[in-house]
């Protein structure tokens, strides 16, 4: 019995009295934060999509769209379910393949087309969401 007096019976009234208290509780939440929420999800134009920080191979680059043009379609003629992007840098136009969400992925699809693409390389940088067959 002193042990339900001495600790059991103080820790009792403690909790009912702190589950009393919370009842009066309100919550004020700062606009900002929601704005941020907002904010890192929204749709950056040209994207058209969601984006994720992943991988793309840049297969190409030259002042000539039609180069570009060529090394697009001769890729999509070996690799169809991979998207390609062809983005003008001026004075560049660039040819970017892939959404990869590991650098392993895109390193393999570097590897396949080295033999047409011999300066590919693999970049990092936001991508959509891949694609899922």
Same mark, same amino acid.
């Given at each position: 019995?002193?042990?339900?007096?001495?600790? =059991?019976?103080?820790?009792?009234?403690? +909790?009912?009295?702190?589950?009393?208290?919370? &009842?009066?509780?309100?919550?004020? &939440?700062?606009?900002? @934060?929601?704005? +941020? @929420?907002?904010?890192?999800?929204?749709?950056?134009?040209?994207?058209?999509?969601?984006? !994720?920080?992943?991988?793309?191979?840049?297969?190409?680059?030259?002042? $000539? #769209?039609?180069? @570009?043009?060529?090394?697009? +379609? #001769?890729?999509?003629? $070996?690799?169809?379910? !991979?998207?390609?992007?062809? !983005?003008? $840098?001026?004075?560049?136009? +660039?040819? &970017?393949?892939?959404?990869?969400?590991? &650098?392993?992925?895109?390193? #393999?699809?570097?590897?396949?087309?080295?033999?047409?693409?011999?300066?590919?390389?693999?970049? #990092?940088?936001? =991508? $959509?969401?891949?694609?899922?067959?």
């Amino acid at each position: 019995m002193t042990m339900f007096k001495t600790f =059991i019976l103080p820790t009792a009234l403690v +909790l009912t009295s702190f589950v009393h208290a919370q &009842k009066g509780v309100k919550l004020h &939440k700062d606009e900002r @934060i929601q704005a +941020l @929420i907002q904010q890192r999800g929204a749709i950056v134009p040209p994207a058209t999509s969601p984006q !994720i920080v992943g991988y793309r191979v840049q297969l190409a680059f030259d002042s $000539n #769209k039609k180069v @570009i043009d060529e090394a697009r +379609l #001769k890729f999509l003629n $070996n690799y169809p379910k !991979i998207d390609t992007y062809v !983005i003008f $840098n001026s004075p560049h136009f +660039l040819l &970017k393949v892939g959404d990869f969400r590991t &650098k392993e992925e895109a390193e #393999k699809v570097r590897e396949a087309v080295m033999r047409d693409h011999p300066t590919s390389f693999v970049i #990092k940088e936001s =991508i $959509n969401l891949p694609r899922v067959d």
